[in-house]
């Protein structure tokens, strides 16, 4: 029997829906907003507005993409969290509005557990390696740097987690202070291709079991600039390809020595990386080199389906559905993390 869930994202400034037939993806649209660009960051209300605008285009399109009638739907997958309030809201209404109608299931995803499941996606003409239970999940995105032990679709233990900020924070913040534009994440990415990795130094947080910290870094990273530009005005202008290749480097040796000791310790060599912060090059050529080093067998899925997505949202609800967890109509959305 084949099962078809509707998926709906909508926890930042992403407006996404999506159709899978089982763990096969027939369709994931994608609405961004150009809104926030004058602001250097995302607007709450401007979001909760932008996808109040997108919510039913978006839809209507997941469902042509995929060949799929309304009414041939078998449950709607929605994120409740965590994320921005009243973007939550505007996709939990519609998903809940959506079954109610139609009369079928309703199951609220957590946006955190639906980046690790993006794993299981498939694609409609090629069949691919899937990671094997029990795994570690290094997902690190603008908001989460944690380490997950994934011991089942739906059974998951956060082992180890940030602090203060996340990664991709760490990435922004530090770019934003060489004058980057918001997300600095890719771009120091990208000047880190052409610069020296060993170039400079930057502490690193001695941080107790699987946990992580990036503020002292960022400090770090602010004061070394300034004590620079004392010196000389155009320091960072000189040298941002140095400099965004050794804030690279240092930012992926601290999110790999724990995943390192994580897979030492717990003796599980199946290693997935999830989040938007996986895109980096730095990070996947450093996961890359364990494979050799220490017959760790990784996973690190599609672009697409890092960033912000309702493929995954759908997949969770696929898994959610064959165990028959449905969500009631009085399911509130929640910002931070459960
Ligand atoms: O998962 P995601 O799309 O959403 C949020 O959590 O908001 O992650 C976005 C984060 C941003 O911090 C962005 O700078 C970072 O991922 N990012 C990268 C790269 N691509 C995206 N950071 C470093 N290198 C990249 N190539």
Redesign the pocket.
């Known amino acids: 029997m084949s099962t078809i869930i509707l998926g709906i994202e909508s926890s930042?400034d992403d407006t996404s829906a999506s159709i899978i037939k089982n763990s096969t993806i027939l369709s994931n649209v994608v609405a961004g907003q150009s809104v926030h660009e004058d602001y250097g960051g995302v607007v709450p209300e401007l979001a909760s507005r932008a996808h109040q605008q997108n919510i039913i285009p978006v839809v209507h399109k997941a469902l042509k993409d995929a060949g799929v009638k309304a009414d041939e739907v078998d449950a709607v997958a929605f994120t409740r969290g965590p994320g921005l309030m009243g973007s939550l809201l505007v996709g939990a209404s519609f998903a809940k509005g959506f079954a109610l109608a139609r009369r079928i299931p309703l199951i609220e995803v957590d946006h955190l557990q639906a980046h690790v499941l993006a794993h299981f996606i498939q694609e409609p003409d090629s069949l691919k390696a899937v990671p094997s239970f029990p795994f570690l999940c290094l997902l690190v995105?603008?908001?989460?740097s944690q380490i997950i032990l994934v011991k089942s679709h739906l059974e998951m233990e956060i082992i180890g987690q940030t602090i203060d900020d996340a990664a991709?924070?760490a990435?922004?913040k530090c770019a934003k202070v060489m004058g980057l534009p918001y997300?600095?994440?890719?771009l120091?990415?990208k000047y880190a291709q052409e610069g020296n990795a060993d170039a400079f130094q930057f502490s690193k947080p001695r941080i107790a079991d699987y946990n992580y910290s990036f503020s002292g870094l960022k400090t770090s990273f602010l004061y070394f600039l300034r004590d620079q530009m004392k010196v000389d005005l155009d320091f960072i202008q000189n040298n941002t390809a140095d400099l965004c290749a050794s804030l690279q480097r240092t930012i992926v040796e601290i999110l790999m020595e724990k995943l390192m000791k994580a897979s030492k310790e717990t003796g599980i060599r199946e290693v997935a990386l999830a989040?938007?912060?996986s895109?980096?090059?730095g990070l996947r050529s450093a996961l890359a080199a364990m494979v050799e080093k220490r017959g760790w067998k990784t996973y690190i899925p599609k672009l697409s389906y890092?960033?912000?997505n309702a493929a995954m949202i759908a997949i969770t609800g696929y898994y959610k559905f064959l165990k028959g967890e449905f969500a009631g109509q009085d399911a509130v959305p929640y910002a931070r993390g459960k």
């Open positions: 930042c995105s603008g908001g989460n991709g924070e990435f922004d997300p600095g994440g890719p120091v990415d989040g938007g912060v895109a980096n090059s890092t960033t912000d």
